[in-house]
C-alpha cells in the first residue's frame, strides 16, 4: 500500500471530525498554556526583583503547577477517550473495508503527530502571549508595583514539549491497546450497543470518602503552607482523588441504595430521575 496514502487519510480524518478534534485541541492548547504559564512565574528573572520571598513564591506556584498537571492529564485522557467513542464506528468501518490494524494504527499515529504539532504550537503562543498577563496578575495579588519588560522562558518551552510529548504518546498507546483488542464488528457497532447497568463499587467509594476525608483534615491542620507545603500538597491531591472516587462511585452506590427503597422509587418523578442518572454515570466512565 503506497505510505502517502495514509498521511492523506489522517488530513481528511481530522478535516471529517473537526467538530470532535477542534474542542480536543482546543482543550490541549489550554492545558499547554497553562502549564507554560506556570512555569515562567518560576523562571522569570523578574520575580527575584519584585518580590523579596522569591523563592516562597515559587515554591507555593509549583505546588499549584504539580496539581494543575495531574488535573491536564487526567483531563486529556478523558477527552481522547471521548473523542475515540464518537470515532468507533468509522474505525470498525475501516477495519471491514480491507485496511489491517497495523494501517489503522498508522494512520492514528500521523493524527496524533498533527494534532500534536498543532497543540504545542498552539499552546505555548497562547501561553507566551499570557504569561505577561499571568505576571501582572501575581504581582496585583502580591501588591507589589508592576515590572516592564518582556521575557519567554526556554525552559518553559522544554518542560511542555517534554510533558505534553509523553502525554500524547500515552494517549496513543492507550488508542493503539483499544483497537487491537476490539473486534471490528464491536467497534462497528460501538455507539448502538446498549448501556448495561454500572456495578456499585462500594470499595472505591468508601477510599473515596476516607481520601477525601484525609486531605479536608490536613488542609485544614495545616497552619502555613509554606513551612509545610509537602503536606498541603498531598492534601490536595487526596482531595481530587476522593472528589473524583466519590463521584464516580459513591453517585451510582447512593443512587442503588435509592432504587431499594421500593416507597421512594416507584414513583414517577423518582423514578425516571433515578434510572436516568443511574444510567448517565455509566457513560461518563
Known sequence: MHKGIFSR???QNIRNNKSTYIPYMITCIFCIAMIYMMEFLRDCPTLDQAVRQADE??????????????FCIIFLIYSNSFLMKRRQKEIGLYNILGLERNHIGIVMFLETIITSIG??????????????????????LLHIPSVLGFYISVKGIFTCLFMFGIVFLMILFLNLAKIHLSRPVELLRGNNTGEKEPAAKWLMALIGFICLGAGYYLAVTTESPIKAITIFLLAVILVMAGTYLLFTAGSIVILKFLRRRKSFYYRTGNFISISGMLYRMKQLK
Open 9 to 11: 487519510l489522517a488530513k
Open 57 to 70: 513564591v515559587r515554591m507555593i506556584v509549583f505546588t499549584g503547577e504539580i496539581v494543575v498537571e495531574i
Open 119 to 140: 497543540s504545542l504550537a498552539g499552546g505555548i503562543a497562547v501561553g507566551i502571549i499570557g504569561s505577561k498577563l499571568a505576571l501582572l496578575l501575581l504581582l496585583k
